[in-house]
């Protein structure tokens, strides 16, 4: 089961990526 | 934002860049930042849109760390409602219940996709703020200082510490202009804050350990002047009235 902050399109709110690309 | 550091839009994938079209078919014109809340909801700030309430008039882009360009991985969308507050007022300096939805789409028809540059924002719990003190995010593409007359072609961000009410509402503060459905935040040196061009954009707090839209850029008395915070629609405050026009669409996260 995802977990509750994650929504079906996916989205993880306030979750940032792990490093920026630069 | 005036102080801060230039970023780029991965450290925050939910901020969206507003514009006006041009009439003439000229380039866009910068108009306000925005935060996404689910796949196809962008709060930003009523102020922002009162004078020109024409959901055609506007685009709305995400995944962007440069202005005015193309950013590898951005999405462009057109705005389907334009929602302002219906209880908005403007005061002497105050701009009251500063809050707006816009609800975005691609050409096809399709809301935001989550990627490295673009994710949604948690909506704090009803009527739950960060404790006074605590250190808050700004961000946007606004003037580096009250005096520019030019936006940054790169995204900025900052910190600034949440104040209290009582602090806020002092007399060489702002007084009575202050009321309990806004957020005070400031540098404590007075050193950076948001400025024209920021409205709209997001005031990130953590709360329980998430990034959560605490505050809506909404006005100020000049940017980091002394003893003048800049002052954020506090979202926690309008929960119900986002719910009333969302409904309980999935993805919203509180």
């Known amino acids: 089961k995802k977990p509750s902050s994650v929504d079906q399109r996916g989205f993880q709110c306030g979750q940032k990526a792990l490093r920026p690309r630069f | ?254």
């Open chain 2, 1 to 254: 934002i005036v102080g801060g550091e230039f970023t780029v839009v991965e450290n925050q994938p939910w901020f969206a860049a507003i514009y006006m079209k041009n009439k003439g078919g000229g380039p866009l014109s910068f108009k306000c930042g925005g935060s996404l809340i689910s796949a196809c909801w962008v709060a930003s700030a009523t102020h922002c849109f009162i004078n020109i309430p024409n959901k055609e008039d506007y685009v709305v882009y995400l995944g962007q760390s440069k202005r005015n360009s193309y950013n590898p991985g951005e999405m462009k969308f057109e705005v389907e409602q334009l929602i302002l507050h219906e209880d908005y007022r403007e005061d002497t300096l105050a701009y009251h219940n500063d809050i707006a939805l816009l609800k975005i789409r691609t050409s096809t028809g399709q809301c935001a996709q989550p990627s490295r540059s673009i994710q949604t924002i948690c909506l704090p719990p009803r009527f739950v703020d960060a404790p006074v003190g605590s250190d808050c995010e700004i961000t946007g593409f606004g003037q580096e200082s009250h005096t520019d007359y030019l936006y940054p072609k790169n995204l900025k961000m900052s910190v600034v510490k949440l104040i209290s009410h009582q602090e806020c509402k002092q007399p060489h503060y702002y007084g009575s202009e202050i009321n309990y459905k806004m957020l005070c935040a400031a540098d404590p040196e007075w050193k950076t804050d948001s400025c024209m061009g920021d409205s709209g954009g997001p005031l990130i707090c953590n709360i329980n350990d998430r990034p959560t839209l605490s505050g809506i850029v909404s006005w100020g008395r000049g940017c980091a002047e002394k003893n003048k915070p800049g002052v954020y629609t506090r979202v926690s405050f309008f929960l119900s009235w986002i719910h009333s026009h969302i409904g309980e669409e999935n993805g919203l996260a509180f």
